[in-house]
């Protein structure tokens, strides 16, 4: 049974926004501030760069195969059933980790430190529910909760800008080299990497050869410059040495300008975590669905509701994974563990959309996420190597057993 085609510009746009507009704008300038220092805005530039590359490959790919699956379904198709489920596991660990770290961001703006880990299985299973009675209901939620998002951002800085905390000059002051530029720039693709939630959604979206290349270009467009003004903010208003110690560097800005304004970025944080959360479980059931599909996963996950039209056993499957990694996983090592992830799945794009078309945007993107994965902090890349090397083995013993079985 095949997913039903319900989404139109809007929402696919509003998906992509509600994917990249959350808990990345909120916490991960600040690891890559004390990777770069006043040069973290050359990595946002950088990881920007490296974003257009990739959506453009993943928009040309998903024109051409508007199926469930993303990077999976495009890297087994054009380059072989290996490189497909290197892109698929890649993304199922690394968004599942980012997944939980927008739910553990829910809670540590919601409820003090002891009560973090609980709230954050809560809030993820309440996520997993609203996803298991269809995407459009993602979508619409997705849309308001972008708005408050925007609107607390724009309030934020604003105030910053109006109490006159932006004129200092603390933003160039000494701290981070030029050296940590690509460091933070691996960093901050963490911010980035919801467009993919479109290609992913692909076989749900209406006239997907025109609305998924559109959809992903204006919901980058609009996030680049979001992040440019809050980054510049930030750098200002706290400085860099002071935005790398943070926890909460959006929430630290407005408490400078008053009790109302740290009140707004609170709900805002919330707000984008959750949105984030939202189009990150859509995105992992799909490519969970697209995977046992090919034998991959389990084939029981490859079930489609027949109410609701949601695939909800990789839904449920998907939702006990994260439920789970909020009780163990730390919110800023998850950021380099999902970058490593996703950064994998995205090259696998690339190398594959220089299969179907020009090949110059392509080649800039696989060669971009290769040296930004090397990039990431140490810790990322050997657990990130460790886990990717896990589902390889596991796959070639399956592998082996059908074989012989045959």
Not at 57 to 78: E, I, N, Q
Not at 256 to 285: C, D, E, H, Q, Y
């Amino acid at each position: 049974m095949r997913l039903a085609r319900r989404l139109g510009l809007f929402d696919a746009v509003v998906i992509g926004l509600g994917s990249m507009l959350g808990a990345g704008v909120f916490v991960a300038f600040a690891p890559a501030a004390a990777a770069a220092g006043r040069w973290l805005l050359a990595g946002l530039a950088v990881a920007s760069g490296v974003a257009w590359a990739n959506a453009m490959s993943s928009a040309r790919l998903a024109a051409l195969m508007p199926a469930a699956g993303g990077s999976y379904l495009y890297g087994r198709t054009v380059l072989g059933e290996w490189w497909g489920f290197l892109a698929g596991w890649g993304f199922v660990v690394g968004k599942a980790a980012s997944a939980a770290a927008m739910a553990l961001a829910v809670a540590a703006y919601l409820v003090p430190a002891p009560w973090t880990r609980p709230v954050a299985g809560l809030v993820a299973a309440a996520a997993i529910a609203l996803g298991y009675r269809g995407v459009t209901r993602t979508a619409r939620a997705a849309a308001v909760l972008v708005v408050i998002v925007l609107a607390g951002l724009a309030t934020v800085v604003g105030g910053a800008a109006a109490a006159g905390l932006l004129e200092s000059s603390q933003a160039w002051s000494a701290g981070g080299s030029p050296m940590g530029v690509l460091g933070a720039a691996g960093l901050l693709f963490f911010a980035f990497a919801g467009y993919a939630r479109v290609a992913t959604l692909g076989e749900e979206v209406r006239d997907p050869a025109r609305t998924i290349p559109r959809a992903i270009a204006i919901a980058l467009l609009i996030v680049v410059a979001v992040y440019g003004a809050v980054g510049a903010a930030l750098l200002a208003g706290l400085g860099p040495e002071a935005l790398a110690r943070s926890t909460a560097p959006v929430a630290d800005l407005a408490a400078s300008v008053g009790p109302g304004i740290g009140a707004v970025a609170r709900v805002a944080a919330v707000a984008g975590a959750t949105g984030a959360l939202l189009a990150l479980l859509a995105g992992l059931a799909r490519t969970v669905l697209a995977m046992a599909r090919e034998g991959d996963l389990p084939r029981r996950l490859d079930a489609v509701h027949p109410v609701h039209g949601t695939p909800y056993r990789a839904e449920l499957a998907v939702g006990v994974v994260v439920v789970g990694l909020t009780l163990a996983t730390d919110l800023r090592g998850a950021i380099g563990f999902s970058s490593f992830g996703v950064l994998t799945y995205y090259l696998v794009a690339n190398v594959a959309a220089r299969r179907v078309g020009p090949r110059t945007l392509p080649t800039l993107g696989a060669v971009g996420c290769g040296v930004l994965v090397l990039s990431l902090p140490v810790a990322s890349v050997l657990t990130g190597g460790g886990v990717l090397l896990v589902g390889l083995a596991g796959r070639a013993v399956v592998v082996r057993r059908r074989a012989s079985a045959g």
